[in-house]
């Protein structure tokens, strides 16, 4: 069963255009992470948020803890921003760092 | 910025072999991750790690699997006698807080 399930899987966006990506989770949480892999396989921790809005630069995470619901949103996207995005949440009675991961969303830019 | 640093970023092993894979968290964190990533699979939680000592672990850390801080500075995974399902890119994160907040950029086994 998938606890965390990430839509869409694939996006393909030209460069500027405003990107949504979204994250369903059936279990309860603590707190919710987005997480962006690179095509090299690195990993860079964007946000966590257990309420509410977060803003850094182009990137906004938002999250609803009574529909279960987080969204990440690209603002003015940019080539550079082609990865892979990852929700990631904390069970609530679980530690901090045991993360339940969804399967990642590809995003392309073209430009 | 400082960063998580992990050795090697790829490692071949034969079967049944020991294999150890090295991280370097930043200086001043004291809680530190180990993740897993099969191919084409989605992250997996293996480990955590506070005040020398394994906080929590999941079903996939078994036996097989340990974590040392062997100096006060790396920490490390080791995987003995692998298996051919221990294929998987690993990561190391560490953090000054009870969450993750930095991941190196991982070490791709492969077993062959």
């Known amino acids: 069963k998938n606890e965390v399930e990430q839509s869409p899987q694939n996006l393909t966006a030209q460069e500027g255009e405003f990107i949504t990506i979204n994250c369903s989770y059936s279990?309860?949480?603590?707190?919710l992470h987005w997480l962006q892999q690179h095509p090299g396989g690195g990993i860079v921790s964007l946000f966590m948020l257990s309420s509410g809005k977060k803003k850094h630069g182009r990137l906004i995470a938002t999250i609803n803890i009574q529909e279960k619901h987080s969204s990440l949103h690209i603002t003015a996207s940019h080539p550079r921003d082609s990865a892979v995005y990852i929700c990631?949440?904390?069970?609530?009675?679980?530690?901090?760092?045991?993360?339940?991961f969804g399967k990642g969303t590809k995003l392309s830019v073209k430009p | 910025e400082p960063e998580v640093t992990q050795t090697p970023s790829h490692q071949v092993t034969q079967m049944g072999q020991e294999v150890i894979l090295r991280c370097v968290p930043i200086?001043?964190?004291?809680?530190f991750y180990w993740y897993r990533q099969i191919l084409g699979q989605k992250v997996e939680f293996l480990v955590s790690f506070y005040n020398n000592e394994i906080s929590e672990k999941s079903e996939i850390f078994d036996d097989q699997f340990s974590v040392e801080r062997p100096d006060g500075s790396n920490f490390t995974l080791k995987i003995r006698s692998t298996k051919l399902e221990d294929s998987a890119m690993y990561f190391c994160?560490?953090?000054?807080?009870?969450?993750?907040?930095?991941f190196g950029d991982g070490t791709r086994l492969s077993i062959l």
């Open positions: 994160a560490s953090s000054d807080r009870p969450e993750p907040q930095h």
């Open positions: 200086s001043n964190h004291l809680y």
């Open positions: 990631a949440v904390v069970i609530i009675g679980g530690s901090q760092g045991n993360l339940i």
């Open positions: 279990v309860g949480i603590s707190a």
